[in-house]
């Protein structure tokens, strides 16, 4: 019996084991998301400095890379072992302290790790032991980078958007989510939609309501879904992000014009739209008679 056919026949074998390589998965995709604008920021900064002239700082060391160089502790240095890195095991075993200085661990870190988890093996559970579900999980661990890294920095970068969208298009070729010709419309609404609205809104208010990144984000999200998805994208990250900036300037006090990064909200959406966009609709449709 090949692995296929196992997995086939054992759903909780094939989403049990989906959701330990999330944990995996969720383990690197910290590494991405205190790294990499770590490393775009180093590079932007010494690009600016060679256009202007300056010469670049001889002591001036390159953040670490993704990959090669090993995790440490960001209080004394200390390098983690792989035993000290296994994802949320470590954790629970050290107490959510350092083995080497005894300071704290951020819970932010197994809480990544359990949440691409619990969004990999619902991937798993919706598509099953098919191609799609390789696409949906590459697809939603984009988004959680980038949900995440936006939330720290008001920042998505285009090494993660860009192919994200042409990750989207590419898939499409075969109909897998959506029909190709709905996925490029979806990539160009996406895209002109948000470009529209900021610059609307700039015309009025003579402030910037998001930035670059979204458009590009939502651009990507309308490759993977088609345009048809676009409304309700817009419509669920709209009312979440309201919600939530409403209860920030309630409950932390928050001025009201501070910036709220619209990254993770699309995201989100986007998510939930790519999952059970199907079923929502149904439910709106129901709910309104609609579907009568």
């Known amino acids: 019996m090949s692995y296929i056919e196992f997995f086939t026949n054992s759903p909780g074998w094939f989403i049990g084991s989906v959701f330990v390589i999330g944990l995996l998965v969720g383990s690197f995709l910290n590494v991405v998301i205190f790294r990499l604008p770590r490393r775009l920021n180093y ?6 400095r060679e256009l202007l ?17 090993p995790s440490h502790c960001p209080s004394c240095g200390h390098h983690i072992r792989f035993y000290e890195n296994i994802p949320l095991l470590s954790f629970v075993l050290l107490g959510g302290q350092c083995s080497a200085c005894g300071a704290g661990i951020s819970l932010r870190y197994p809480a990544v790790e359990i949440f691409t988890a619990l969004l ?9 032991v098919t191609l799609a579900t390789v696409y949906g999980l590459l697809f939603t661990w984009m988004l959680v980078a980038i949900a995440f890294i936006d939330l720290d920095t008001q920042l998505i970068p285009d090494n993660l ?19 190709l010709r709905d996925a490029v419309i979806g990539a160009a609404v996406g895209y002109l939609l948000l470009w529209l609205i900021f610059h609307l809104f700039k015309l009025v208010t003579g402030k910037e309501g ?31 992000g ?5 209860f920030m300037m309630i409950f932390r006090r928050s001025d009201r ?15 939930l739209a790519f999952v059970w966009g199907h079923e929502i609709t149904a439910f709106y449709n129901k709910l309104t008679g609609m579907g009568a």
Request: aromatic share 12%.
């Open 161 to 179: 958007s860009l192919p994200l969208l042409w990750g989207g298009l590419l898939v499409n070729i075969d109909y897998t989510f959506a029909p």
């Open 257 to 271: 014009g501070q910036a709220i990064p619209f990254g993770p909200f699309l995201a989100g959406a986007g998510w």
């Open 53 to 69: 002239g300056h010469p670049a700082d001889a002591g001036e060391n390159p953040p670490p890379g993704l990959i090669v160089e």
């Open 210 to 240: 998001m930035g670059y990144g979204d458009f590009k984000l939502l651009a990507a999200l309308g490759a993977w879904m088609g345009w048809q998805a676009i409304p309700m994208i817009i419509l669920l990250s709209s009312v979440v």
């Open 242 to 246: 309201a919600v939530i900036g409403v």
């Open 43 to 48: 590079h932007w900064a010494r690009e600016c």
């Open 120 to 128: 990999s093996g619902m991937v798993a559970w919706k598509f099953g």
